[in-house]
């Protein structure tokens, strides 16, 4: 049982770039959740999924774009990478919504110079 | 707005002494709150939760929490801490709708 996972762990991109973070569960839960970290700003949602074929948007959704197509994986895409998206990004599911339990991946660390 | 808030961005204890990492909320319902926490380079990881009942909540490793809704608190608590305790702690308040509100996190730093 692996839970969470996230690929890829690190990347560096530049300015314009595109790229596509993945992350998979092997929990049969229904919501999954992206969200950055930053310091001194604690975790921000970026997107998040109820169930496989939906999507919606967080906090902080600007620049990102997101899929479930499988209920397993959810895509986040970055058409255009910028600076301002420099950040650790984690993905998480739970079984059921805000009163569930959140299980984390172990993050993906991206650098857009 | 709901809203989690952890006033402290460290705190710094020493082996065996007792440790509390605050955190306050504010909602318009009832709320949902729970505690996480964050080794080096890891994700995070659930320690407990209160949704209804008993006010003091106990989870891994440990730790408990108690709810106190005169005060809105929901403070982190353990009678006895140990060096491997030090982590980034993470108090989250659930919303009405299907996400968590993070608070911006608290570094623990136990010495021995």
């Known amino acids: 049982n692996a839970g969470v996972t996230q690929t890829p762990k690190f990347r560096v991109l530049k300015t314009g770039q595109s790229m596509t973070l993945l992350c998979a569960q092997d929990?049969?839960?229904?919501?999954m959740y992206w969200y950055r970290q930053d310091p001194g700003m604690g975790l921000r949602l970026i997107h998040y999924?109820?169930?496989?074929?939906?999507?919606a948007k967080g906090e902080v959704p600007d620049g990102y774009n997101v899929s479930r197509l499988k209920k397993q994986n959810f895509l986040l895409g970055l058409e255009s990478a910028a600076p301002s998206q420099t950040s650790v990004y984690f993905c998480?599911?739970?079984?059921?919504?805000?009163?569930?339990?959140?299980?984390f991946g172990p993050g993906t660390r991206l650098t857009v110079l | 707005a709901q809203s989690v808030a952890q006033p402290e961005d460290q705190v710094n204890v020493a082996e065996g002494n007792p440790l509390t990492v605050k955190c306050t909320y504010s909602?318009?319902?009832?709320?949902?709150l729970f505690w996480y926490v964050q080794y080096p380079n890891r994700g995070l990881q659930f320690l407990l939760k209160?949704?209804?009942?008993?006010?003091l909540v106990k989870g891994s490793y440990g730790f408990e929490a108690e709810f106190n809704k005169s005060q809105t608190s929901f403070h982190l608590k353990k009678p006895s801490a140990l060096v491997s305790d030090s982590a980034l702690y993470f108090c989250?308040?659930?919303?009405?709708?299907?996400?968590?509100?993070f608070g911006k996190g608290t570094s623990l730093l136990v010495t021995p």
């Open positions: 998480a599911s739970s079984p059921t919504g805000f009163t569930d339990t959140q299980y």
């Open positions: 929990m049969n839960h229904e919501y």
């Open positions: 999924s109820v169930g496989e074929g939906t999507t």
């Open positions: 909602v318009s319902g009832n709320p949902y």
């Open positions: 209160y949704i209804t009942g008993d006010n």
């Open positions: 989250a308040l659930g919303d009405s709708g299907y996400a968590l509100n």
